[in-house]
């Protein structure tokens, strides 16, 4: 496995999901745009208030313009929800 390395992520409210996340592979920089969907989610309870719940992150490693090994993608996965902060902002409704 490569030495994968957690730089930046910039997705913020309203749209968590639509940020950049670059990454550090090997000594090379690697970015992809909209790559991070949440595991969170949004909806109506009986009293017909809105909640928003929060969980983990999934990343879209297809959006990368390199691939990465199955051990590599539960390693980026693992890192990105270590340091991207866990959610559903709700910004979609």
Not at 35 to 60: A, H, M, Q
């Amino acid at each position: 496995m490569r030495d994968i390395q957690f730089v930046s992520y910039d997705g913020e409210y309203p749209n968590l999901c639509s940020g950049e996340l670059v990454l550090n592979v090997a000594g090379e920089r690697v970015s992809a745009d909209h790559c991070l969907t949440s595991g969170g989610g949004i909806g109506f309870d009986r009293n017909g208030y809105e909640y928003v719940d929060k969980g983990p992150w999934y990343v879209n490693l297809d959006r990368f313009s390199m691939s990465f090994s199955e051990e590599e993608q539960r390693a980026i996965t693992a890192i990105v929800n270590e340091k991207v902060p866990q959610g559903c902002c709700g910004g979609c409704i």
